[in-house]
């Protein structure tokens, strides 16, 4: 039996505009992030028959959840396990900022991902344990069904590296644009990507 997973970013918010550690900050989505989350509802009721639809607790990731399962009439689940990255002390500042206090922690960030330790957040590593357990447990309560997960840009990139078995050292080559659509597959334990960072549903809305 095959699940279908969707993992979905979430619409903008102008936070992605200029860009800010974000993180669990609940900043909600602006009029161009309402309208792709819109436009990715429709895509996905067009393309798929999702059975259930799961979201970060974040607004920005919940306001695009209930976009999509709108068209499907199915409610939203707020799960814990898709909430982005705890940037603690970082949360909120743009890197300029960040640099001024943490120059070091900052550069081995951009450098190497997997090494960097954010004052009083998670690591890559902890982010992943707690990533794929999640996205695990919910293939294997959906067996042979379509799901939609829908996060942030940090977690969506630690689970889609989760699904290709590569090593958190290549986080910054996958992008995830906002209100991207990733397709992987599940069968027997072992995932299959299908689609990464498509974003072709939102080619008629100003990118602002």
Not at 127 to 144: C, F, I, P, Y
Not at 182 to 206: A, C, K, P, Q, W
């Amino acid at each position: 039996m095959t699940t279908t997973i969707l993992l979905v970013r979430h619409g903008q918010t102008d936070w992605n505009k200029k860009e800010r550690f974000r993180g669990r900050a609940d900043i909600p989505l602006n009029d161009n992030g309402m309208q792709q989350a819109e436009a990715t509802g429709c895509h996905i009721a067009a393309g798929w028959q999702p059975v259930a639809i799961y979201s970060s607790p974040l607004s920005r990731a919940v306001s695009t959840a209930e976009a999509i399962a709108h068209p499907t009439g199915i409610n939203v689940e707020i799960c814990q396990g898709l909430i982005d990255i705890d940037y603690g002390e970082w949360q909120g500042l743009a890197p300029d900022e960040v640099r001024e206090r943490w120059p070091e922690n900052l550069d081995l960030w951009y450098a190497q991902p997997q090494l960097a330790e954010i004052p009083g957040g998670e690591t890559l590593q902890y982010l992943r344990s707690r990533a794929m357990k999640t996205v695990n447990e919910l293939a294997r309560r959906h067996d042979g069904h379509t799901i939609v997960l829908v996060g942030h840009t940090v977690i969506n990139r630690i689970i889609l590296l989760g699904v290709l078995g590569l090593d958190d050292g290549r986080f910054w080559h996958l992008r995830q644009e906002p209100c991207a659509i990733n397709v992987f597959e599940y069968v027997n334990g072992e995932y299959t990507l299908v689609t990464l960072n498509d974003t072709r549903h939102l080619s008629d809305i100003t990118q602002v």
